[in-house]
């Protein structure tokens, strides 16, 4: 089936460690995004791709690294510059990103990092 | 700048009846608007959107949403709700003239008795 894969589903961190998000697409999509979910707040992008090999800070980047070396994978990693990690995080993605586009963004199935 | 209402934290409607979901928006430009929902635990699914022309936009589970420009509203419908519709629902814009964001409300969540 097409979709948009997270991995995993929950994950615990340590104070002080990195952790990465696993995010996966296999719809074509050429733009791909990071989003943040805490509760009564809605969602907070964090980092967007358009293509391989580049990307942009979202609303609250601070804490977080990505990479794009591949059209299908956008990993996200927690790092432990970001002091409250605890949320969950939803990956999706696009066709393209462009501003004057009406295109939608499709969601996966969102992993759960809590600190321990 | 962009960013979206829903003025109502929670609605509670009975199985068979009306559900109407609210939101606002605020952009300089004109506004792409989409409906998503979120059932417990899970990512976000789409329902619906408008882009442009007919005012009024059917999606999927018999949902509904008709743009008001004058009022800056997108209200989200069901003429008679299931059970099953209870989830929190978003609502987001997007500036036409505007960058890549999608802003999202804080989400509304629907309960439907039965």
Known sequence: ?116 | AQSVAQPEDQVNVAEGNPLTVKCTYSVSGNPYLFWYVQYPNRGLQFLLKYITGDNLVKGSYGFEAEFNKSQTSFHLKKPSALVSDSALYFCAVRDIRGDYKLSFGAGTTVTVRA
Not at chain 1, 47 to 71: L, M
Not at chain 1, 73 to 89: G, I, R, W
Request: glycine residues 8%; aromatic residues 12%.
């Open chain 1, 1 to 116: 089936d097409g979709g948009i894969t997270q991995s995993p589903k929950y994950l615990f961190r340590k104070e002080g460690q990195n952790v990465t998000l696993s995010c996966e697409q296999n719809l074509n999509h050429d733009a791909m995004y990071w989003y943040r979910q805490d509760p009564g707040q809605g969602l907070r992008l964090i980092y967007y791709s358009q293509i391989v090999n580049d990307f942009q800070k979202g609303d609250i980047a601070e804490g977080y690294s990505v990479s794009r070396e591949k059209k299908e994978s956008f990993p996200l990693t927690v790092t432990s510059a970001q002091k409250n990690p605890t949320a969950f995080y939803l990956c999706a993605s696009s066709i393209v990103a462009r501003a004057n586009s009406g295109n939608t963004i499709y969601f996966g199935e969102g992993s759960w990092l809590t600190v321990v």
